[in-house]
């Protein structure tokens, strides 16, 4: 077995492209070793801001041959047949193919394909062009004297050198030959841009990470990750701070240097007095750097910490003042706009929403921050919020768009409006929901508790789902350019987690109407072509008038189009389609967390919009199943369903009529009708009360009476009369267990 060393030195790769370049390098050449019959041992790839390199282990000096017997047209059969088959078996003429015979079939051409193994080498040589070619870099470029030519190869930035070598791991191993792009490969590289730019020659991976270390260059982005970690912390402990860790900038940062130094600056104390959050941000952004914060107050301490990527001849002196220099600029810069944010209230920032669009077809930002406020205030009913208190948090919730320090940075949306609400003496609870309404944005991200947050952040999240599904703006397949995908996700989480009984249909029906009401303001005729139903939901001659009607007629209009939606097809296409798309992201969300997804399955409806609900049936039916009693009758249900499966086709009809009670002869069927009786009114009555386990020990009590049914009773007696009755009664076993969950879906 021998090692494959692979190296592709390029000017830059970003730090945001480097973890999946060194996957998909490792991808593509381990695929196509695997296709060509190369079968490897183990592999590692690696990535600097320079460099992508890749060890393979374990590849054998040749692939096997391969012998192939591909069987043909008969003999005799058309030219055109037998044309097709030789092409397709490489083969010249019918005198190269065997003739076989059939003692049915008669005889057949086959061809014989041996395909004898070839070195590694040769393999290696065509790989490596060929992945460089279709590397699917986000953004890429093409360079040099061939970049004019047609099929050009392309990289992120211009490639400079190609390491390749092959060999036995105990023997000198040889270059692999080929070029790309006007680039022939080789056996060198080069270290560090400054420490060691000369060229220093490879001969295996051990090798090449030692040279590369005493060149200044640390290979292993993790290893770089641990280095800056390690040293930021202790540099943070002997100034008696501590580090506020940030793993997505040590991410970043260990791919911007191939050799981390760490550094420390500061900065003016008075710069303090921004927002943490602000400051923190200014110096992440404009410059990479870390922060520091006293660990006995929690406070942020004006000191900060710089990786450089090299060792600095006066000890960093020069590099730490031109970051020094660069952030006090920044923090200046939010200084002016934080002092001039708090001059303008936000309720008068909300007015400007109106110049906002927020989509061409859903209006502005101030018409969906209106739709928002009246949803939130009807959730907040459920959500145990004051309505009031909610409606502010909602006006205010977006006014911060238009603030100047959000629009230095927009990831401080909602967390400055949290400060200038504070700032001007708005309740607590108003000031974090504004916060927290953005939330969660991901699935580690916490979810809103106080209940006028949950009011806020639900009515963003459904009116934003409603409104793109009213204009037909849903994701389709990986694409979802709105976050719909996590909107949904959010409205799950937020509702289980809160444990809220909201009746998703209902308020996502109203959520809906409001949109169409500012639709049907603000566009007027142009809908027409649109949206056709419009047309058809209030006539067309009254289109133009509306076209014209003012902002004070909305509720109107609303109320109108609210009256006459029911009747109208398209209502419960909508609201179907956008259930079964939060169902989905349920059924993944609750896989995640442990359900079995037969469970989630067999308890979740079409028309079932309490996801609270949704959730505890599926944890009662879990906790039932894993009893010997939910097992049992699991058992009886399915040999109810398939008997009544086979029988119903047989006969071309279902049973699904009430049995007659005065053909129940046998004691094991009266006492089954009798127990089926009883056990669907408990359920009836515990599902009512959402009491589940109650429902649960209710179906447990079949399982006595459906047992010994089967072992006493013959469904398919020779009376027919006595054979469709008891037909009829298999069929209540599957409408009683119907009232918690379908018993059909769940497995075992």
Sequence with gaps: MSELLLELFSEEIPARMQARAADDLKKLVTDGLVDAGLVYEGARAFVTPRRLALAVSGVPAKSPGIREERKGPRVGAPDKAVEGFLKSAGLASVEEAEIRADEKKGDFYVAVIEKPGRRAEEVIAELVPEMVAKFPWPKSMRWGAESAKPGAPRWVRPLQSILCTYGPETELPETVRFSVGGIASGNTTEGHRFHAPDRFEVRRFDDYVAGLEKAHVVLDPERRRNIIAHDARDAALAMTLELVEDEGLLAEVAGLVEWPVVLSGSFDEAFLDLPDEVIRTSIRAHQKCFVLRDPKTGSLANRFILVANLVASDGGIRIVAGNERVIRARLSDAMFFWNTDLKTPLDTRAGRLADITFHAKL??????????????????????????????????????????????????????????????????????????????????????????????????????????????????????????????????????????????????????RRVMGDMLVNKGEELIGEVPFLSRLIGDNAMSEIARVADKAKDLILKTAGEAIPSMPWEGAISADLLSFVHERLKVHLRESGARHDLIDAVIGPDADDLLTIVERVEALGRFLDTEDGQSLLAGHKRAVNILRIEEKKDGRSYDELPHADRLTEDAEIALAAAIGTARAEVKTAVAAEDFEAAMTALAKLRGPVDRFFDEILVNAENPELRENRLKLLNEIRTATLEVADFHKIAG
Excluded: C
Excluded at 370 to 396: F, H, M, N, S, Y
Excluded at 409 to 429: I, S, T, V
Excluded at 455 to 463: Q, R
Excluded at 499 to 505: A, D, E, F, N, V
């Design 363 to 512: 209006g502005t930002q101030a018409e969906r921050v209106e739709r928002i406020r009246k949803l939130a205030r009807e959730i907040a009913l459920v959500a145990g919020a004051d309505p009031d208190l909610a409606d502010r948090a909602a006006t205010l919730a977006k006014a911060d768009l238009v603030t100047e320090m959000v629009g230095e940075f927009p990831e401080l949306q909602g967390l400055m409006g949290r400060y200038y609400a504070l700032a001007q003496g708005e309740d607590g609870k108003v000031a974090a929901a504004i916060e927290d309404h953005y939330r969660p944005q991901g699935p580690s991200d916490a979810v809103p508790s106080e209940p006028v947050a949950v009011s806020v952040a639900l009515a963003d999240k459904l009116d934003m789902l409603t409104g793109f599904w009213a204009i037909d703006e849903k994701p389709t397949g990986s694409k979802d350019p709105y976050a719909l995908r996590r909107a949904a996700l959010g409205v799950i989480r937020i509702i289980l987690d809160n444990r809220l009984r909201l009746p998703l249909h209902s308020v996502a029906t109203h959520s809906r």
